[in-house]
C-alpha cells in the first residue's frame, strides 16, 4: 500500500486511535487548537525518552500559545504507561499529554511518517521504523510544518516552539520572520505588502533591498521572556 503524501498545506487527516490516556478522536482533541504531534519508532528507545522529557517540561509554553502536544509511538498503551514512568523519573517531570498508541503503525503510514526502507532501515522484526517526524498542524487542520529526524539525532523543543511563534505573527500580521528570529526581534515585511501600505502598517519599517524591508514587531512580554532563559 503506498504511503499518502502530505505536504505543507495538506490537510491533516482523522484518525481514531488508543493513547496513554484512553481512547482519542484526533479532530475532537484538536478542537478549535493548534497541535504539535511528533512521533517515535518504539518505546524505551534512549534519545526518544530524553525528547518526551523535554517535550513534557515545555508544555506550559505550549498551552499559552492555545496548542496542544500529542505524542505518537508504535507501541500499545500499557508499554506506553510504563515508559512515562522512565521519562518522569529521568526527565522530573510530570508529563500528562496522551501517546498515540500506533502498534500496527497505521497513523504513522497515515500521516506518511514511515522511513525510507532500506537494508538498515528495520528493527528486529523487519520491519520499518516510523520516521520520527513532527507537525505542526493549525486550528484549520492545515499542516503548517513537518520536520523529520535521525534517530540519532534528538529534537529541539525550542526550534518546535519557535516556528509556532512564527507560524502565529504571521497569521496575525502580514510578516514574515527571519534566519534565527526569535520574538522580540524585527521581522520582515511581507511580500504582497507595497511600500505606501507598510507606511501605514509598519510606520518604522526600513528599507534595506526593495525586497527586504524590515519592521520591528511588538510581541508579548510573555512569549519574548520564554527565549530569555534556557529551553
Ligand atoms: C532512540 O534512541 O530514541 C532511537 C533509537 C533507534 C531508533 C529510533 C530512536
Known sequence: MSAPTLRLGSKAPNFQSETSNGPIDFYEF???????????????????????????????????????????????????????????????????????????????????????????????????????????????????????????TGRNTAEVLRVLDSLQLGDKNRVTTPINWTPGDDVIVHPTVSNDEAKTLFPKFKIVKPYLRFTPLEVEQDIRNTYKSKL
Not at 502536544?69 to 518522569?88: F, Q, V
Open 30 to 152: 484538536a478542537g478549535d487548537q493548534w497541535v504539535v504531534l511528533f512521533s517515535h519508532p518504539d518505546d524505551f528507545t534512549p534519545v526518544c525518552t530524553t525528547e518526551l522529557g523535554a517535550f513534557a517540561k515545555l508544555e506550559p509554553e505550549f498551552t499559552k500559545r492555545g496548542a496542544k502536544l500529542l505524542g505518537l509511538s508504535a507501541n500499545k498503551p500499557d508499554s506506553h504507561r510504563a515508559w512515562i514512568k522512565d521519562i518522569n523519573e529521568l526527565s522530573q517531570t510530570n508529563l500528562s499529554f496522551p501517546i498515540v498508541a500506533d502498534p500496527e503503525r497505521k497513523v504513522a503510514h497515515l500521516y506518511d511518517m514511515i522511513d525510507y526502507q532500506d537494508a538498515t532501515n528495520v528493527d528486529d522484526k523487519g520491519v520499518q521504523f516510523t520516521i520520527r517526524s513532527v507537525f505542526i498542524i493549525d486550528p484549520k487542520k492545515t499542516i503548517r510544518l513537518i520536520i523529520s529526524y535521525p534517530a540519532s
